[in-house]
């Protein structure tokens, strides 16, 4: 009898004693807060083939982790560091203050104040500038300034690969340096 008093009192402890109230947990947390994860002086390394090609920092990174658009936000800026092959050296850097990656359209944006700069000495201003990972290509609509050590373009929009070997002003202007012309008479 004592045994059957006893499992009677902890069965209705067992019962009683693990309830949550649902609103109670929901006024914790915003709907917002659980589908954002915020990182503080992120660092990450994006690896092919075992061997590191780039570095990507900044001191905030947001996560949303909404399954249907899931996006990475970096809203305090970004360095993205492109290293040389097997080593731990740059061959160029890009800056900006505002950076999103959209994972389902294989997608990165830089906003305000972009700088890229390559290891030939080559730099690249704009405010805005888009990695196309399923095209391999780097693109813009807006102006851009591009300064080689010898000489500077202007334009609108802008086209390269993904390692800015090859590029193009898709609207130039100004003045332009031009080899095999003959001078005018």
Excluded at 29 to 46: C, P
Excluded at 103 to 112: A, C, H, L, P, T
């Amino acid at each position: 009898m004592k045994k059957i008093c006893y499992l009677f009192i902890v069965s209705i402890f067992a019962f009683t004693s693990c309830e949550n109230d649902l609103d109670a947990v929901d006024a914790l947390f915003s709907k917002d807060q659980v589908k954002i994860e915020e990182a503080k002086d992120v660092q990450l390394l994006y690896s092919d083939s075992a061997i590191v090609r780039v570095r990507v920092s900044g001191p905030k990174m947001l996560r949303h982790v909404d399954h249907s658009k899931p996006k990475e936000e970096f809203p305090e800026g970004i360095l993205i560091e492109f290293l040389r092959s097997g080593t731990n050296r740059t061959q160029g850097s890009l800056t900006a203050k505002y950076a999103i990656r959209l994972e389902n359209q294989s997608k990165v944006i830089v906003r305000d104040s972009v700088v890229w700069k390559s290891g030939k000495g080559e730099e690249l201003r704009t405010s805005e500038l888009t990695w196309d990972d399923q095209r391999k290509m780097v693109h813009t609509n807006r102006f851009v300034k591009i300064t080689k050590p010898d000489e500077v373009f202007y334009g609108y929009g802008f086209e390269a690969d993904q390692d800015f070997n090859h590029w193009k002003i898709i609207n130039p202007t100004g003045r332009m340096m031009v080899e095999g012309l003959e001078e005018p008479l």
